[in-house]
């Protein structure tokens, strides 16, 4: 709860929470922090954390990580600019704090790796994940590298459903599934849904963007290209009319839908969703004007 900034109402009336928790903005690569221009919005946003945040704010001796999506999930789908995390990394070896990647809703197989991070070239030295670990059976996981794992006592942390035999089997199990087909599958089938929803924005200006690794793909409504306005209420009747049509999108962030398919999709399922959705946007065109 402390360290999430998805939306407000998840920590209503739960305070107090965690002290010494930050945040700084996430380097957007549709929407650039502080407005600057892609090609030097990564060192503006390096240069904030070491001379504004860690100046003013917390002093990086103090900072013991980290922690960010490699991709945002809720947040939008929104993907990070190409060479924001390898600059942090070099941060983080400079300071001496470590690197925690949350890759619960972006992990295992999505992307076509099995880290979204990968994607990226950086190292982290914490991987946090769940969601699809163990295909819908409770599951959630810790994963650090040598040094730091055995640093904790044993028993250190217990809790009454960890280590649950049935949803460790179906682990081993979607493991090696995802090992073995899907995560190639998310990669091959991802980069034909790709194309065919970059084909389909050149017909609809209210798609602004369209950016994708795998099987995590994010479309972006803005009322006008330009200005990157966004269109909630867009976006909303799209997700409606396309659910009534059988294709369940999810939206997530201010005016964007999520696509976050299982990974056993095939490019004819692609086909058949694409079709629902440009037929959700065409009426929701008719509709809104
Ligand atoms: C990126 C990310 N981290 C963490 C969580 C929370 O995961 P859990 O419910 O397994 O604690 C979510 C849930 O949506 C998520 O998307």
Same mark, same amino acid.
């Given at each position: 709860m402390s360290v999430s900034a998805s939306k407000t109402i998840h920590k209503r009336y739960f305070g107090p929470l965690m002290p010494g928790v930050f945040f700084v903005p996430y380097p957007n690569a549709y929407r650039p922090p502080f407005n600057a221009p892609a090609d030097k919005a990564s060192d503006q946003l390096i240069d904030y954390i070491e001379n504004t945040l860690f100046a003013r704010i917390v002093p990086p001796e103090e900072v013991a990580a980290f922690i960010f999506e490699p991709i945002q999930g809720e947040g939008g789908y929104v993907f990070p600019l190409e060479d924001f995390f390898p600059k942090l990394r070099k941060l983080a070896d400079k300071y001496g704090f470590l690197l925690i990647d949350d890759e619960v809703q972006a992990g295992l197989g999505r992307t076509g790796k099995w880290?979204?991070?990968? +994607?990226?070239?950086?190292?982290?030295?914490?991987?946090?994940?769940?969601?699809?670990? &163990?295909? @819908?059976?409770?599951?959630? &996981?810790?994963?650090?590298?040598? !040094? #730091?794992?055995?640093?904790?006592?044993? @028993?250190? +942390?217990?809790?009454?459903? @960890?280590?649950? %035999?049935?949803?460790?089997?179906?682990? $081993? &199990?979607? #493991?090696?599934?995802?090992?073995?087909?899907?995560?190639?599958? &998310?990669?091959?089938? @991802?980069?034909?849904? $790709?194309?065919? #929803?970059?084909? #389909?924005?050149?017909?609809?200006?209210?798609?602004?963007?369209?950016? !994708?690794?795998? $099987?995590?793909?994010?479309i972006e409504f803005v009322k006008d290209r330009e200005t990157k306005k966004y269109y909630p209420e867009f976006r909303d009747k799209v997700v409606l009319k396309s659910f009534q049509k059988g294709v369940l999108f999810l939206g997530c962030g201010p005016s964007a839908l999520r696509i976050a398919? %299982?990974?056993?999709?095939?490019?004819?399922?692609?086909?058949?969703?694409?079709?629902?959705?440009?037929?959700?946007?065409?009426?929701?065109?008719?509709?809104?004007?």
């Amino acid at each position: 709860m402390s360290v999430s900034a998805s939306k407000t109402i998840h920590k209503r009336y739960f305070g107090p929470l965690m002290p010494g928790v930050f945040f700084v903005p996430y380097p957007n690569a549709y929407r650039p922090p502080f407005n600057a221009p892609a090609d030097k919005a990564s060192d503006q946003l390096i240069d904030y954390i070491e001379n504004t945040l860690f100046a003013r704010i917390v002093p990086p001796e103090e900072v013991a990580a980290f922690i960010f999506e490699p991709i945002q999930g809720e947040g939008g789908y929104v993907f990070p600019l190409e060479d924001f995390f390898p600059k942090l990394r070099k941060l983080a070896d400079k300071y001496g704090f470590l690197l925690i990647d949350d890759e619960v809703q972006a992990g295992l197989g999505r992307t076509g790796k099995w880290f979204a991070i990968e +994607h990226y070239n950086t190292q982290p030295d914490i991987i946090t994940i769940a969601k699809g670990i &163990a295909s @819908g059976m409770p599951m959630g &996981a810790f994963i650090a590298r040598e !040094g #730091l794992m055995d640093k904790w006592p044993m @028993g250190a +942390h217990a809790n009454t459903f @960890g280590g649950n %035999p049935v949803a460790a089997a179906a682990a $081993l &199990a979607t #493991l090696e599934l995802i090992e073995n087909e899907l995560m190639e599958n &998310a990669r091959v089938v @991802g980069e034909y849904y $790709l194309e065919k #929803l970059k084909e #389909l924005q050149k017909d609809f200006e209210e798609i602004g963007d369209v950016r !994708g690794k795998g $099987l995590m793909i994010g479309i972006e409504f803005v009322k006008d290209r330009e200005t990157k306005k966004y269109y909630p209420e867009f976006r909303d009747k799209v997700v409606l009319k396309s659910f009534q049509k059988g294709v369940l999108f999810l939206g997530c962030g201010p005016s964007a839908l999520r696509i976050a398919p %299982p990974l056993i999709i095939t490019k004819e399922h692609v086909d058949i969703a694409v079709d629902v959705l440009a037929e959700a946007i065409k009426e929701t065109r008719e509709e809104i004007k």
